[in-house]
């Protein structure tokens, strides 16, 4: 049985241990402000990082959508606009909740409590899965990437979009001066739980690179793979397909 800490006036914070009690009780605290502070936090380009998702997914009337890692329902409410049926899971009942109070008499879009580990869904069950900054947070993200692997229909399609590394060396120096020293006072005033932002500075940095992450979704089975850069590479957009035969090498996207 999963205990968490429900007190407000006790912080949740995970460390890189990424215990699944731990990082769901985290956000369970921050459900409520968590989409302004976001919104704050990226100088609004979260907006941004949303509309190249939704576009990446392409989703159409008809069909199936897996947002997992949805959290209060900011991305699949983007995705659920074209008609698809949307299932949004995260596994913070706390974010869940939030969701089913904003989002809950959207005729198309459904919320779900899930493991991202071990997704209650069966196989070939989507069109399209995506999951948004929700991959750095579990501790097997391997194992995630082939859950959404198993429960994609063949000729499905993947995208992931998650913070990353900066490639041009004067860039990822002001963007780690902006994480090292700008966002943690921005988030004391605008975050009901400041040290669940100290946790994402330090999940940002021991995060994988764009290459490396397009090899783990190469090798948990998907084809098709590539990325590309947004935001001169604070995030990357990765994309894959699931293919009926043998996957296809990584590569980068330029378009």
């Keep these: 049985m999963r205990v968490t800490s429900r007190d407000p006036q006790v912080p949740n914070r995970a460390d890189l241990g990424k215990d ?8 369970d605290q921050v459900a409520a402000k968590y989409d302004v502070t976001n919104t704050v936090l ?15 997914v392409a989703p159409r009337p008809g069909e199936r959508v897996l947002d997992l890692a949805a ?29 089913r109070r904003r989002h809950g008499s959207v005729r198309n879009l459904s919320f779900v409590e899930a493991d991202a580990t071990d997704l209650p869904f069966a196989d070939d069950e989507f069109d399209a899965v995506t999951m948004s900054f929700g991959l750095r947070n579990v501790r097997q993200p391997k194992k995630a990437l082939a859950e959404l692997l198993r429960v994609t229909k063949p000729g499905g399609r993947l995208v992931i979009c998650e913070f990353s ?3 041009r060396p004067w860039f990822r120096g002001l963007y780690r ?19 669940a932002y100290d946790y994402l500075n330090e999940s940002i940095r021991h995060w994988p690179d764009q290459r490396t992450l397009a090899s783990w979704i ?7 793979v590539a990325y590309r850069d947004l935001s001169f590479g604070i995030v990357a957009l990765h994309r894959g397909v699931k ?12 378009a």
């Design 20 to 27: 699944p009690a731990s990082v769901s009780g985290m956000f």
């Design 42 to 56: 990226s100088v609004g380009n979260d907006r941004l990082w949303r509309v190249a998702t939704t576009r990446a």
């Design 71 to 99: 959290g209060t329902g900011a991305s699949a409410i983007s995705l659920a606009r074209s008609g698809a049926a949307v299932v949004a899971a995260d596994f913070s009942p706390g974010m869940i909740a939030e969701g």
């Design 165 to 167: 590394h900066p490639p």
């Design 177 to 195: 001066f902006y994480n090292d020293r700008v966002l943690p006072r921005v988030a004391r005033l605008v975050s009901s739980n400041t040290e």
């Design 218 to 224: 190469r090798d948990a089975g998907w084809a098709d």
């Design 243 to 254: 293919p009926a035969q043998a996957t296809e090498p990584a590569g980068r996207l330029d």
